[in-house]
């Protein structure tokens, strides 16, 4: 449930946060290097999660192709980049940021925009990497408390395991990733199993990506004593164009709940995107 909860607010919600290590490498340009010279111009998403609601994303660039509006109905989010920081303003003057170093991400968040019993709280996610330029570790604060901590995991050059802490030791979630042979070209957030960890933003600035196109998500949380508390399976479906674009990308999710002295339940979502793309 998590998860596509977290597919169906992409695009939505503006995150924005970069940092990097101090690295001779810069990551961001290591990805422009590799591009198709495609751009993504808006993105259509019909989900059955929000009582069948759809939603289309048109985004703007500025003159050296970074993200510079992300436009939805009455909603925009405005992006602005400095040498160590990507801030994004929505119209009601809310503000994220991820700071960076060498390009990427080495910090990101938000103040106030987390509510828990009518409270609101500050959140800020800090970024580690390895020597090879893998996210390994992402941890996660309220209001400057720790509250979960997430270790990934790569083979093949690919993200393939994560597992989340709850800093009380209460809740473990361990997350698999499974891949095609496919090469991701232009991968977009909700196709990236990184988003599900990061403040994502496009441009490469959380270490190198997964090489491949993801199409299945399979997460188990059990409580402190080993006992299941949920289970998620997504499956996802991709098509691209000639020039390795993802053109549509369909989840279907499986979320098992198991309630204390309960019997479990079992619900199913889907999520469909649509996206179209300018090219040189």
Same mark, same amino acid.
């Given at each position: 449930?998590?998860?596509?909860?977290?597919?169906?607010? &992409?695009?939505?919600?503006?995150?924005?946060?970069?940092?990097?290590?101090?690295?001779?490498?810069?990551?961001?340009?290591?990805?422009?290097?590799?591009?198709?010279?495609?751009?993504?111009?808006?993105?259509?998403?019909?989900?059955?999660?929000?009582?069948?609601?759809?939603? $289309?994303?048109?985004?703007?660039?500025?003159?050296?192709?970074?993200?510079?509006?992300? $436009? $939805?109905?009455?909603?925009?989010?405005?992006?602005?980049?400095?040498?160590?920081?990507?801030?994004?303003?929505?119209? =009601? @003057?809310?503000?994220?940021?991820?700071?960076?170093?060498?390009?990427?991400?080495?910090?990101? @968040?938000?103040?106030?925009?987390?509510?828990? @019993?009518?409270?609101?709280?500050?959140?800020?996610?800090?970024?580690?990497?390895?020597?090879?330029?893998?996210?390994?570790? &992402?941890?996660?604060?309220?209001?400057?408390?720790?509250?979960?901590?997430?270790?990934?995991?790569?083979?093949?050059?690919?993200? &393939?395991?994560?597992?989340?802490?709850?800093?009380?030791?209460?809740?473990?979630?361990?997350?698999?990733?499974?891949?095609?042979?496919?090469?991701?070209?232009?991968?977009?957030?909700?196709?990236?199993?990184?988003?599900?960890? &990061?403040?994502?933003?496009?441009?490469?600035?959380?270490?190198?990506?997964?090489?491949?196109?993801?199409?299945?998500?399979?997460?188990?949380?059990?409580?402190?004593?080993?006992?299941?508390?949920?289970?998620?399976?997504?499956?996802?479906?991709?098509?691209?164009?000639?020039?390795?674009?993802?053109?549509?990308?369909?989840?279907?999710?499986?979320?098992?709940?198991?309630?204390?002295?309960?019997?479990?339940?079992?619900?199913?979502? =889907?999520?469909?995107?649509?996206?179209?793309?300018?090219?040189?």
């Amino acid at each position: 449930m998590q998860r596509i909860i977290k597919l169906a607010m &992409v695009a939505l919600v503006a995150i924005i946060s970069i940092a990097s290590c101090k690295k001779e490498i810069n990551w961001n340009e290591q990805l422009l290097a590799k591009g198709n010279g495609c751009k993504l111009t808006s993105l259509k998403a019909d989900l059955d999660l929000l009582g069948n609601y759809s939603y $289309t994303v048109n985004f703007s660039y500025d003159t050296q192709g970074r993200i510079s509006k992300a $436009t $939805t109905g009455s909603e925009t989010n405005t992006y602005t980049y400095s040498t160590n920081k990507i801030t994004a303003v929505d119209e =009601s @003057g809310y503000m994220a940021e991820i700071i960076l170093e060498n390009g990427r991400a080495v910090s990101s @968040g938000s103040a106030g925009t987390i509510m828990v @019993g009518g409270v609101y709280y500050d959140y800020t996610k800090k970024y580690t990497y390895n020597s090879d330029g893998y996210l390994i570790q &992402v941890k996660n604060y309220l209001n400057k408390e720790l509250s979960t901590t997430d270790d990934l995991t790569y083979a093949n050059g690919n993200l &393939v395991k994560a597992v989340s802490v709850s800093a009380d030791l209460r809740y473990t979630e361990t997350a698999t990733y499974l891949y095609s042979n496919e090469i991701a070209v232009n991968t977009y957030e909700i196709a990236d199993p990184l988003s599900y960890h &990061v403040d994502y933003f496009p441009g490469g600035y959380f270490g190198k990506q997964s090489k491949n196109v993801l199409i299945k998500s399979v997460s188990k949380t059990v409580d402190e004593n080993g006992d299941p508390f949920s289970d998620d399976i997504i499956t996802v479906t991709s098509q691209y164009d000639a020039k390795g674009n993802a053109t549509s990308i369909n989840f279907s999710d499986v979320s098992t709940f198991y309630p204390f002295g309960g019997a479990p339940t079992t619900e199913t979502y =889907s999520a469909k995107y649509a996206l179209s793309y300018t090219c040189k």
